[in-house]
């Protein structure tokens, strides 16, 4: 039995939704009444053309756990699960699916890993019922993930996930990072835990999966693992490669200032360093390293600057400082 008395928070992005919300909030409900929770539903409209709003509007005002935020014109799920987040009031939150693909049977079982210790727990679509171009990309996509960043997942991309506040408010999610909460977390010291949970068909809607969402989530994998690794030191990464490149062409370019020494002062027979494929090699490497030198010292401004709002450490407890009137009367004694 799940510890109830903290505050659930389920954050649901949607767009054009309108055939499943009804059935969606009726099943959230069942599952609160039956486990005694105390929850709140934070519905959040990217920009629906559909009546999806409108049947927000209707629970929200037969349903006071009920919230319900709308976007001017579509945003995105991350900003979705962000204004969500920033709404909520619990010390637990959820992300779900609107779609009934996720099933809310599965939070008294995530909730009980949170109770646990745990500070997220992941979705895991063992049993998943897509099409086969979703599936098969997404096994190679959650391959990838696990391997450059080092929290081996089996579906890092599952829409079903729990955490605490503290977790979001460590977070800032945009683009396609809302995958990678579960790794970014990791990278903070977060303790993460993975939940094989019932995944059903699709009833409503149309998919918003595609070969445009797959290859910008591979980019904003490019993007979390620069973030976890150099996000704090970028001179680490474009420093290095700079000063690499820059060595490289300046040791090619003394090979060819030796050449001409030896071609015009002593006379060898060498052919003149103008025709030589080595000088354009060498001149590339040189001003390739200085510009990625550059870019490194401007991204350490960058950071140094405005990197100031967001700490880059996560602090996990802090002791009690004993009061003053504790230190005085121990001295008296």
Known sequence: MPNSTQKLSIIIPLYNEEESLHELHQEIDAVAREHDLHLEIIMVDDGSTDRSWQIVQELAAKDDRVNGIRFRTNFGKAAALMAGMRSASGRILMMMDADLQDDPAEIPKMLELIDQGYDVVNGWKERRLDPWHKVYPSKVFNWMVS???????????????????????????????????????????????????????????????????????????????????????????????????????????????????????????????????????????????????????????????????????????????????????????
Not at 173 to 187: P, Q
Not at 250 to 273: Q, S, Y
Not at 306 to 316: F, L, N
């Open 147 to 333: 391997k450059l960043n080092g929290l081996d997942l089996h579906d890092h991309n599952c829409g079903l996930k729990m955490f605490r506040s503290e977790v979001a408010a460590e977070l800032r999610i945009y683009g396609e990072l809302h995958r990678f909460i579960a790794v970014l977390a990791h990278s903070r010291g977060f303790k993460v835990a993975e939940l094989s949970v019932h995944h059903r068909s699709r009833q409503f809607g149309q998919s918003k999966y595609g070969v445009r969402r797959f290859l910008r989530g591979f980019l904003d994998l490019l993007t979390v693992k620069f973030l976890i690794g150099f996000g704090y030191r970028p001179q680490h990464m474009l420093g290095a490669f700079g000063l690499g490149s820059f060595l490289i062409g300046t040791f090619g370019l003394l090979i060819l200032v030796g050449i001409w020494i030896l071609t015009n002062i002593f006379g060898m027979g060498f052919e003149p360093i103008g025709n030589r494929p080595l000088l354009a090699y060498s001149v590339a490497f040189t001003l390739l390293g200085a510009q990625a030198l550059t870019l490194g010292l401007l991204a350490e401004l960058i950071v140094a600057y405005t990197g100031r709002e967001t700490e880059t450490y996560s602090v996990s407890e802090r002791t009690t400082p004993v009061s003053t009137t504790q230190v005085s009367a121990s001295d008296g004694e």
